[in-house]
C-alpha cells in the first residue's frame, strides 16, 4: 500500500494540514501515541475528536464517520456492517490473491454496543461468494480504550463469523465483552477450497461470560486449512462455558488433523471458569511466557484439555509446548492440562505452578492429568518436564502396559511430596505402571534418587 505522505483530495489540494497522514495516525492506533493520547477517555471525548478522523481516507474507515455511538448508549451495529461494506469495498490487485483491502477497520476510543451476529465482518461463505479476501485489518487505541460489548438479542449466536473467506486478519488494540453466557466470539470453518489461515491478535482482551471464544471447524477429509493463529500480548478473562480456542468444534467429522501452528505469546490468561485451550484434533501448540490464572476458587477450570472424543482421526502431529509460564491454581478442582492424547509430544519448560501449594488443599490437588487409555488402550504421549517446580500430585491412567509414552522429569522440583511414585508420592497411576522417568530432581527439600521404569 501506497504511504505517500502528500496526497491531495479530488480537486488536488493538499489535505495533510488538516489532518494527520497515515503513518502519524496508524503509529496512534499501533502505539497508543500521541493521537491515542488526545483521545484517551479520562481527557476530551472520542466523539469531540472525530473530525480529525473522519471524511474520505484512502486507507482507514472510521466507525464513528459512519454513525457509530462511542457512549455505548445506542447499538452501533449498522455502522459497523457499513464500515465493513467500505472494507470490502477498497480492494486493490494482490500479486499472489488477487483480492486485497487497503483500508484499515479503524475503532476509536469508546464502548461500542454490538447486538447483532456477524456485525464485525459479513459472514458469507467465500466459496462460491465473492472468494477469498486476503488482508483484513481491525485496529483500535488499545484494550480498555476501545471497547466493544457484545450484548446479543438472540440466544447462540456469534460475534463473527469467517466461514473459508477471511485470511491474512491483524486484529490490535481492542478488548471485547460479553453480556451472554451463550455468545461466541468466532467461528471459523475451513476445507482446502477455502482457509482461514494466518489470523494475528495483538493487545487484545476478552472479558465477560462467553460459551466459546474462538472456535475452529471444518468438513470432514479437508478441514486442514485453520492454520497460523497467533495471539500477542493478549488477555484472556472472563468465564467460559466451553473453552476459550476449540480445536475441532465437530468431532463426530472425520476431520484431519491439520489444525496446524498455534502461537500465544506473552499473554494474560486470568479467567474465572471453563476451559482456555480444548483441542479435540491435534495439531502444534506454542505457549510461551505469559501469567496463567484461573481466578476462581470455587469453579472448576483447565488450561490445556486435549480430548478423545473424536471417534475417527485422520491425523497428523500432535504438540503441546509451554515455556516459561507462571500457572496460578486457586482451587483444588483446578487444572494444568488433562489430557487424552496417545501420541505426540508435550512438554513444559521452566514453568511453575506453585503459587499457592502452600495451602492445606494443595497435596490433594491433581493439577496434571494424563489418560494413556482414552483412544488407545496402552498408548500415550512424550510427555517431558524440565526444570518445573510443580505442586500436588501427577496422574496417569492405562488399560494394559504401554507401549508408547512416557513421563519424564528432568531437574525439577515436587513441592509437596516428598517420594517420587506410590500412593503418597508424586507421579501416580491407575492400572499398569506407566513408563516413567526422574533425574536430578528434588522431592520437598531433599534431593529424589534418580529413578527409571
Known amino acids: 500500500m501506497s504511504n505517500r505522505s502528500g496526497r491531495q483530495d479530488g480537486n488536488g489540494s493538499g489535505r495533510e494540514a488538516a489532518r494527520p497522514g497515515r503513518r502519524a ?3 496512534g492506533v499501533t502505539g497508543v501515541g500521541a493521537l491515542a493520547g488526545g483521545l484517551a477517555l479520562g481527557g476530551r471525548s472520542a466523539m469531540a475528536a472525530t473530525p480529525a478522523l473522519t471524511g474520505p481516507d484512502a486507507y482507514v474507515v472510521d466507525v464513528i464517520a459512519k454513525g457509530a455511538d462511542p457512549t455505548g448508549a445506542t447499538p452501533s451495529d449498522a455502522a459497523f ?4 461494506a467500505e472494507l470490502l469495498g477498497s480492494f486493490q490487485p494482490g500479486p499472489i490473491s488477487g483480492a486485497i483491502p487497503k483500508k484499515t477497520l479503524l475503532i476509536p476510543p469508546g464502548t461500542y454496543l454490538l447486538t447483532q451476529p456477524d456485525s464485525l465482518l459479513p459472514g458469507e461463505d467465500g466459496v462460491g461468494n465473492g472468494g477469498i479476501v486476503d488482508g483484513i485489518a481491525i485496529a483500535g487505541y488499545g484494550k480498555r480504550l476501545s471497547r466493544i460489548t457484545y450484548a446479543p438479542t438472540a440466544r447462540n449466536t456469534t460475534l463473527w463469523t469467517n466461514r473459508q473467506r477471511y485470511k491474512n486478519i491483524r486484529i490490535s488494540g481492542l478488548s471485547f465483552e ?9 467461528y471459523a470453518y475451513s476445507s482446502d477450497a477455502g482457509g482461514v489461515q494466518d489470523t494475528w491478535y495483538t493487545d487484545v482482551e476478552w472479558r465477560g461470560t462467553w460459551k466459546v471464544g474462538i472456535g475452529l471447524d471444518g468438513p470432514a477429509t479437508t478441514s486442514d486449512l485453520n492454520s497460523e493463529m497467533g495471539w500477542d500480548h493478549c488477555q484472556i478473562g472472563g468465564s467460559y462455558a466451553d473453552a476459550f480456542l476449540v480445536i475441532g468444534m465437530t468431532p463426530a467429522e472425520s476431520q484431519q488433523d491439520q489444525f496446524l ?15 482456555f485451550v480444548r483441542n479435540e484434533r491435534g495439531g502444534s501448540m506454542n505457549f510461551i511466557g505469559g501469567s496463567y ?8 477450570g483447565t488450561f490445556f484439555q486435549l480430548g478423545a472424543q473424536a471417534a475417527t482421526r485422520a491425523d497428523s502431529v500432535m504438540r503441546l509446548y509451554a515455556q516459561g509460564i507462571r500457572f496460578e491454581l486457586r482451587g483444588v478442582g483446578h487444572k494444568v492440562i488433562d489430557s487424552a492424547w496417545y501420541k505426540g509430544s508435550i512438554t513444559f519448560v521452566s514453568c511453575d505452578d506453585t503459587a499457592l501449594s502452600f495451602q492445606s488443599w494443595a497435596p490433594n490437588a491433581v493439577p496434571h492429568s494424563y489418560r494413556f487409555d482414552a483412544v488407545n488402550p496402552s498408548r500415550g504421549p512424550m510427555v517431558r518436564y524440565q526444570d518445573c ?5 501427577h496422574h496417569v491412567t492405562s488399560a494394559t502396559a504401554t507401549t508408547a509414552g512416557k513421563v ?3 531437574g525439577s522440583r515436587f513441592i509437596d511430596m516428598t517420594t517420587g511414585i506410590g500412593s503418597t508420592g508424586f507421579l501416580r497411576w491407575s492400572g499398569p505402571a506407566p513408563s516413567y522417568e526422574f533425574r536430578d ?13
Open 408 to 410: 519424564l522429569y528432568d
Open 178 to 186: 460479553s453480556k451472554d453466557a451463550t455468545a461466541s466470539f468466532n
Open 25 to 27: 495516525l496508524l503509529a
Open 293 to 300: 490464572i484461573l481466578t476462581d476458587a470455587a469453579s472448576t
Open 261 to 275: 501452528n498455534y502461537w500465544f505469546r506473552d499473554c494474560k490468561v486470568e479467567f474465572k471458569s471453563g476451559a
Open 441 to 453: 530432581c528434588l522431592a520437598g527439600s531433599a534431593r529424589l534418587a534418580d529413578a527409571k521404569a
Open 81 to 84: 456492517r457499513a464500515a465493513a
Open 389 to 393: 517446580a510443580l505442586m500436588g500430585s
